[in-house]
């Protein structure tokens, strides 16, 4: 791969993954004014499918498992520290 393309790559990579804490900020503010539990499940189950998804494209482009694993855990830590401390 060039660098250059390889570069953007990674952009679009931080990108996807700030809109997935986007989403998950946005659904949990929802979630408080709702109240809706079984509304919850869908959404996380929903979620879990998309980013599952996300990340089997990014392995078929050719980023490394190890980068994927990290940015798995930089996400977990992100939202359940957004939820614990809101």
Same mark, same amino acid.
């Given at each position: 791969? =060039? /660098?250059?393309?390889? !570069?953007?790559?990674?952009?679009?990579?931080?990108?996807?993954?700030?809109?997935? #804490?986007? @989403?998950?900020?946005?659904?949990?503010?929802?979630?408080? $004014? @709702? /109240?809706?539990? =079984?509304?919850? +499940?869908?959404?996380?189950? %929903?979620?879990?499918?998309?980013? !599952?998804?996300?990340?089997?494209? /990014?392995? =078929? $482009?050719?980023?490394? !498992? =190890?980068? #994927?694993? #990290?940015?798995?855990?930089?996400? #977990?830590?992100?939202?359940? %520290?957004? +939820?614990?401390?809101?």
């Amino acid at each position: 791969m =060039k /660098e250059g393309n390889n !570069r953007n790559l990674y952009f679009n990579m931080v990108l996807g993954a700030i809109g997935i #804490i986007l @989403v998950f900020i946005g659904t949990f503010e929802f979630l408080k $004014v @709702v /109240e809706i539990l =079984k509304g919850f +499940f869908l959404i996380m189950v %929903g979620m879990f499918i998309l980013i !599952r998804y996300i990340y089997q494209l /990014e392995e =078929k $482009v050719g980023i490394s !498992r =190890k980068t #994927i694993w #990290i940015k798995a855990v930089i996400l #977990i830590g992100i939202v359940f %520290g957004f +939820f614990y401390f809101y």
